[in-house]
């Protein structure tokens, strides 16, 4: 039969699921400026662009706790490729958190000019990582805090793919 019971989350889990709402968080004001063009001038919105890097930074130290506890719970062979594979979307997820983190500041956006929103623009891929990452690893365990995990990177990728659609409609018309 079907176990429908969902699993009591530890911390690792926890530390996983705060750093997918920050990073949420540090996505929504541009995607909703363009899809809800009507809330650009709501105060959260005002809000969650004035602190966006600090979310951010936050997003990566809390998925460095989830990485390290759960990492740290196996005994894993770094010798095999196999174990590379398995994490395959959290390291590179982790890879561009940290890139982000190291260039969210003045100085890095001055010194790497056009570059430094092309690398930034690497917080999308990050998207569709974590898509596959939430529903590969929690695949038949889902924990309480997995449906919303699940609701927040599904609601959050579907509103990107909407804000393409919009920027390309906008783009057309013009
Ligand atoms: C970098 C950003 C990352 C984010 C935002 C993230 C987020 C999450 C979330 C939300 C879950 C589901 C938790 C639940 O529903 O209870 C999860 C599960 C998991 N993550 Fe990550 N993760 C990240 C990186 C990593 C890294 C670097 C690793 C390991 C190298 C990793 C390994 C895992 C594993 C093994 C699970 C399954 C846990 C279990 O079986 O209970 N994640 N992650």
Request: glycine share 6%; proline share 2%; charged share 20%.
């Amino acid at each position: 039969m079907l176990d429908t019971t969902l699993d009591i989350a530890p911390l690792a889990n926890y530390l996983g699921f705060l750093a997918l709402v920050c990073y949420i968080l540090t996505l929504l004001p541009t995607s909703m400026r363009i899809v809800f063009p009507q809330t650009k001038q709501t105060e959260i919105r005002k809000i969650l662009l004035k602190n966006r890097r600090e979310i951010g930074v936050i997003a990566f130290v809390l998925a460095l706790g989830h990485g390290v506890l759960l990492v740290a719970k196996r005994t894993l062979d770094f010798t095999d490729s196999h174990t590379y594979w398995i994490y395959v979307q959290g390291i590179v997820t982790f890879i561009i958190f940290t890139l982000l983190t190291i260039t969210s500041n003045d100085w890095s956006v001055k010194k790497m000019k056009k570059n430094w929103k092309k690398l930034h623009e690497l917080t999308y891929l990050a998207l569709f990582l974590l898509v596959w990452h939430i529903i590969d690893k929690m695949w038949g365990h889902w924990t309480h805090l997995t449906p919303f995990g699940m609701v927040g990177i599904i609601g959050i990728a579907v509103l990107f793919i909407a804000r393409k659609w919009k920027e390309r409609q906008n783009q057309l018309s013009k």
